[in-house]
C-alpha cells in the first residue's frame, strides 16, 4: 500500500448543488457506530454480513475527500446525507444497501 492511500484527512466538504456540508473525521467516526447500531438492529437478510464488513474496517476521509464509514461511502444526496455499500455475495448476486443518516442533536442517527 502506498504513503497516499494511507494519507487521512481531518475534514471533508461535501457538496450537492447549493448544498455544502462539513464533514469532520469525528462526526464521521460517530456515523460508522450509528451505522453498526443500526446494522445489529435491523432485520435485514444480510445483517451479519454487513456487520461483518463494517465493523472491523474503521471511519476515515481519504485524500480525495471521500467519506468511508467502515467501507460505506458517505453522499449528499437529495440534500441529506446517505451511506451506500454495494454488496457481492457471488458473481451472479450484488445488493445495493443505503442509510440515511442525521444529526440530532449531538448524536448522529441512521433514519
Known amino acids: 500500500m502506498s504513503a497516499h492511500a494511507l494519507q487521512v484527512q481531518q475534514e471533508a466538504i461535501l457538496r ?3 448544498v455544502e456540508l462539513r464533514i469532520s473525521l ?4 460517530q456515523m460508522r457506530i450509528a451505522l453498526l447500531d443500526a446494522l445489529r438492529h435491523s ?4 445483517r451479519d454480513i454487513l456487520i461483518a464488513f463494517t465493523k472491523p474496517l474503521p471511519a476515515w476521509i481519504d485524500s480525495d ?3 468511508m ?3 460505506w461511502l458517505l453522499q449528499l444526496k437529495n440534500a441529506q446525507l446517505v ?3 454495494r454488496l457481492s455475495t ?3 448476486r450484488a445488493v445495493g444497501y443505503a442509510a440515511s443518516i442525521s444529526k440530532n442533536g449531538n448524536t448522529w442517527r441512521v433514519l
Not at 26 to 29: V, Y
Not at 43 to 46: F, N, P, T
Open 26 to 29: 469525528d462526526d464521521a467516526q
Open 83 to 85: 451511506a451506500s455499500y
Open 69 to 71: 464509514l467502515g467501507g
Open 43 to 46: 432485520q435485514l437478510g444480510d
Open 16 to 18: 450537492q448543488g447549493s
Open 65 to 67: 475527500g471521500r467519506v
Open 90 to 92: 457471488n458473481a451472479e
